[in-house]
């Protein structure tokens, strides 16, 4: 079996993905028991105009529709940022068994940062956790992301709604 380093560089790979297309850079892999990465993701709400589309969900669909089943038993997910409410949630109920993540998520993490969702009694199913894994990478990746976007809305003033 390959290490959680080797699968969380394929989620950095994921969030250079998300980079190149605009998009806040985190990314995802699902991998099953054999080792094999069978599903992966990366943010796209932006271009996709959905606001479900966080890496963590675009990976649990493609592993899902690979796997023929939505409950993804025994499979890891590897991430490049803690898991956000929605994307806890969604992890619960696809049945991951492991959850590894890269950079804390100070504002919005829901597994150490604001609170440990997955460690809550009123669901069924426990997923273990670890964190910090390649997180100085994961952290300056986004770091970079947003100090390039607040440079170029220094200059520019986009509307919010219309």
């Not at 493609?62 to 089943?69: M, Q």
């Not at 100070?106 to 426990?126: D, I």
């Amino acid at each position: 079996m390959r290490s959680d380093e080797f699968y969380m560089h394929r989620a950095l790979d994921q969030a250079h993905e998300g980079l190149a297309a605009g998009e806040v850079p985190v990314g995802a892999v699902v991998v099953d028991a054999t080792g094999e990465i069978v599903g992966a993701g990366f943010n796209a709400p932006i271009s996709r105009h959905d606001p479900s589309a966080h890496a963590e969900v675009r990976a649990l669909r493609a592993a899902a529709a690979r796997l023929g089943n939505y409950r993804l038993d025994g499979c890891t997910l590897y991430v490049t940022l803690e898991p956000c409410l929605m994307c806890t949630g969604a992890i619960i109920h696809a049945r991951i068994a492991r959850v590894v993540y890269g950079a804390a998520e100070p504002r919005t993490g829901m597994v150490e940062s604001k609170a440990n969702l997955f460690a809550q009694p009123w669901h069924h199913h426990r997923v273990i956790v670890q964190g910090g894994v390649l997180a100085v990478r994961a952290s300056r990746l986004l770091k970079t992301f947003f100090e390039a976007r607040r440079d170029s809305s220094d200059k520019t003033v986009e509307p919010r709604c219309r």
